[in-house]
């Protein structure tokens, strides 16, 4: 029996039913896709990386020439972690681009989830990049005190200024995909890289007034604080849909209250919720009922689903408890 299509669903929804004849009874089992984009469809394999990583790497090269030339330890700390976000934004477009060619499903062979959790290890790659270019940042800052040196305060101000406008334009074009785990990393870097500028734009400004270099290795400190910090909430969701966990904005509990609370569902086990990639999320999971319109049961629960930002369910329907593996 299957369940008839809802017009009203970003995608597509289609359920079986099936009956099979027990020694011991009659148990009733259905499985039901649903596919969509909780959060509405997103291009992510678009225009923005691709003037991200053009502007910023022409804009690396620059900084690296000024760093050298003005001697300054928060210049060319700001343009390794520039480089760092250069390489963060060509994984980030990557895997948009491989996930945009090949959803689940679509890639086709043995990876019938498509590419879509390359967005996911992009995520955690930039996080992973930002930390490396924290630690290069530090090891340089602690040198710089114990071998203190005149910088250019000018040209620092010049070229951070100029970093700064250009990092936070960047940002500006991630800015409303704070659902997207993959463009949250790109928007995260990019504000990080701003603040760092403007860091070293106020460490100049205090060297041309004071003449204390020093100055110039206590911001870029105060800098990896400031990534640090930013970076950890990015850190902790890609290590835990790297790892098949339930996304942050899934409420398992009151999923699971609101499936065992549809009419005729006596309960719900083997519940299971995890990220496709940085946009879409599954959901498995068992109902033990006592309903004969099966079909029904699958389009109510497939809602339930909807509502909980979850596109794609399946779910297996039970006249009682089975175990996962019958005679294991």
Known sequence: MSAPHHPDHAGHDHGHDHDHGHAHGRHHHGHSHGHGHAHGPVDTGDWRYAVGLVV???????????????????LLADAGHNLSDV????????AAWLARKGGHGAAGGRRTYGFGKATVLAALANALLLIFACGAIAFEAARRFAEPAPVGSGVIMTVAALGFVINLGTALLFMKSQHD???????????????????????????????????????????VAVILWSTWGLLKDSVNLAIDGAP??????????????????REVHDLHVWGLSTTETA??????????????LLMEAQAVARRHSISHTTLQLENEALPDCPGC
């Open 283 to 296: 959901l498995t999971a068992h109902l033990v009922h006592d309903r004969a319109d099966g079909a029904a």
């Open 56 to 74: 910023n790497l022409a804009f690396v090269v620059c900084e690296f020439a000024a760093g050298l030339i003005a001697d300054s330890t928060a």
């Open 87 to 94: 390489l963060g934004l060509a994984m980030a477009g990557g």
């Open 181 to 223: 785990l993959n463009a949250r990393g790109a928007y995260l870097h990019m504000m990080a890289d701003a603040g760092v500028s403007l860091g070293v734009v106020l460490a100049g400004g205090l060297i041309l007034l004071t003449g204390w270099s020093l100055v110039d290795p206590i911001v870029s400190l105060v800098i």
């Open 248 to 265: 942050g904005d899934v409420d398992l509990v009151g999923l699971e209250q609101a499936l065992a609370g549809l009419d005729g569902v």
